[in-house]
């Protein structure tokens, strides 16, 4: 499946920029009936959260979940400190990072998009070796929630 986009996506700045590939521009129906296929061959084939999120039903559309990544990066990158990051694995969609971090070695807080629960946000608090647990998070959520998030720091103890 092209999950690859026609150019660069690792040097996007916004999640609207990284969307070039096939499964982004094609028809909708075409793009999920091929997914579905492979998938059957494949379970664990990658693909972007939308995708998984549109082939269990919990999406109406493509569209609906490129509002969501447009929303999400306008309110974070609206705000000093939020920068987004392009490069993940294949199929994935960017995520944010908040700058200023905790200092080398340490992964600061992150938002990453999710069909894991339909509030479609998780926020990783700041940590340094293999990853923490997720804060699930909604969209609607996000703004009153980025105060806190904000001011996550390491615990040591």
Do not use: C, N
Not at 1 to 25: K, N, Y
Not at 47 to 64: H, T
């Amino acid at each position: 499946m092209a999950v690859e986009a026609p150019r660069r996506p690792d040097r996007a700045i916004s999640p609207a920029e990284g969307r070039g590939a096939w499964l982004h521009t094609a028809p909708s129906s075409q793009v999920l009936t091929l997914y579905r296929k492979a998938r059957a061959v494949d379970p664990s084939l990658i693909g972007p959260w939308w995708l998984r999120a549109l082939d269990r039903g919990l999406l109406s559309a493509r569209e609906e979940a490129f509002e969501i990544e447009d929303e999400v990066h306008f309110a974070l990158t609206s705000r000093p400190g939020w920068v987004y990051v392009p490069w993940v694995g294949d199929g994935e969609t960017g995520y944010w990072e908040y700058e200023p971090g905790e200092g080398d070695g340490w992964h600061p807080t992150t938002i990453s998009l999710t069909d894991r629960h339909t509030g479609w946000l998780d926020a990783s608090p700041p940590h340094r070796g293999s990853a923490v647990l997720p804060v699930p998070l909604t969209v609607s959520g996000l703004v009153p929630a980025l105060p806190e998030l904000e001011i996550w720091r390491i615990k040591t103890s």
